[in-house]
């Protein structure tokens, strides 16, 4: 019994004091900085591409208002490199295949409501055989535009594809002379934000244990558990974004890719988000079962085991972020003292559960899946794997300066050699 008071002082509720609350006020003070100063560059772009577009197509088409040509470029304008070329070409295919359809079919049969309905059936299915995307239905759009308001007239078809090839072209070149920034920093945001749902799920059962909740609240924590892994789609789109951003991107040759260390991390937190449901319907089966003497301290060792996971996830998404915006001290301590802790937890527990167990084999079974779960979020958070990641990927982004820098002296030495080798001047 002196054994088990032991487990149950080191189990106690206040055991673990964090400020979170001032640190989630720090980060969503940063967030509003960040995105502020976000928009204030979109902004800046977008309408520099629009008067930039205004002015080449004025000066090039002087009759009329071009206002075709800004609206392309506003639409091509995109976050990325590689999606403004994609955009603007597509645009492009667009007007020309709606302006071309609709010339054909005004100057053979005229503008009346079976020719409209052909049109469009004949546009759309050009539109998909030309796949276009997103921009297919700009090519009906067109075509129906041509035949309202150009008519059977040359010029109105003419003066649509020439602005939307002019605004296209801007649009491209002002992403290539003002690319988009990077923001390496989003997509460690949002890995650290899956994290930090984890841990906001574990904390939130942590709560609910020590308060006595029953069945049905832990089928709710189950619930939430199953939805864990949107928020790890929400970070692998952030994260391919990232990848999108650093292609045709000049800005990439100064920044180092940390795109696959944010993957390996995310790896790590989808692989947390699979063992966090297998403990959660293990809780469930748990807590259906009618506790017996010990269901108390059994309580309050578990809500200390999922305080210290949620530390531990919360740490691990702290440190992929950090590393992702290229810190040179990463909180890798923070996250080995929080493993340590839940490490001490888990011990704790698996006294408990040991004490407890005797000889039900149901029990054994549903403490083995709860212990094996925790061995599974353990090994996908270890500071020291994640050591060995980045170790990796620091050498990646070295070697190709190293080999530059290696060409460059065998180069200068074989410069050195050839004039070693001339013979003096005046001399034979």
Not at 7 to 14: C, F, H, I, L
Not at 203 to 218: M, T, V
Not at 219 to 233: C, Y
């Amino acid at each position: 019994m002196a054994r088990r008071a032991d487990v149950r002082r080191a189990t106690g509720p206040g055991s673990r004091v964090r400020p979170a609350a001032a640190r989630s006020a720090r980060r969503l003070l940063r967030a509003l900085r960040r995105e502020r100063r976000v928009a204030a560059a979109k902004a800046v772009r977008l309408s520099g591409a629009c008067m930039a577009a205004y002015l080449v197509a004025q000066a090039l088409l002087p009759h009329g208002d071009p206002v075709l040509a800004p609206l392309t470029a506003l639409l091509v304008v995109q976050v990325t490199l590689r999606s403004t070329l994609t955009s603007g070409l597509q645009r492009v295919l667009s007007v020309v295949a709606g302006v071309g359809v609709s010339t054909g079919l005004s100057s053979a049969v005229g503008f009346t409501w079976w020719s409209l309905g052909l049109l469009i059936a004949a546009t759309v299915v050009l539109g998909q055989l030309l796949r276009l995307g997103d921009h297919l239905l700009e090519v009906p759009i067109s075509a129906m535009l041509v035949l309202a308001v150009g008519g059977s007239t040359s010029s109105y078809a003419v003066g649509r594809v020439v602005e939307t090839v002019l605004g296209a072209a801007v649009g491209v070149a002002v992403n290539l002379l003002f690319p988009p920034g990077l923001r390496p920093g989003d997509a460690g945001a949002a890995v650290e934000h899956a994290a930090a749902e984890m841990a906001r799920l574990l904390e939130r059962a942590a709560g609910g244990l020590r308060e006595g909740a029953g069945s049905e609240q832990a089928e709710q924590w189950l619930v939430e558990a199953r939805g864990l892994p949107r928020s790890v789609a929400e970070a692998d789109r952030a994260l391919r974004e990232a990848v999108d951003r650093r292609q045709l991107n000049p800005r990439a040759a100064f920044i180092p890719d940390a795109t696959g260390l944010l993957r390996s991390g995310l790896d790590a937190l989808e692989v947390a988000a699979a063992a966090l449901r297998t403990l959660f319907a293990a809780m469930a089966d748990g807590l259906r079962e009618p506790g017996g003497e010990d269901a108390a301290e059994l309580r309050d060792a578990f809500a200390v085991l999922l305080d210290e996971l949620a530390a531990a996830v919360r740490g691990f998404g702290e440190l992929v972020h950090a590393e992702g915006r290229g810190a040179t001290e990463p909180p890798e301590r923070e996250l080995a003292a929080a493993l340590e802790a839940l490490r001490e937890a888990r011990a704790r527990l698996t006294e408990l559960l040991l004490l407890d167990a005797g000889e039900d084999r149901a029990l054994w079974q549903l403490h083995g899946a709860l212990l094996a779960a925790v061995e599974r979020l353990l090994r996908a958070l270890d500071v020291e794997h994640r050591g060995r990641q980045r170790e990796e990927w620091a050498e990646r982004t070295r070697r190709p300066v190293l080999e530059a820098v290696r060409e460059r002296a065998e180069r200068d030495r074989g410069e050195r050699e050839v004039w070693h080798r001339l013979p003096p001047e005046g001399g034979r």
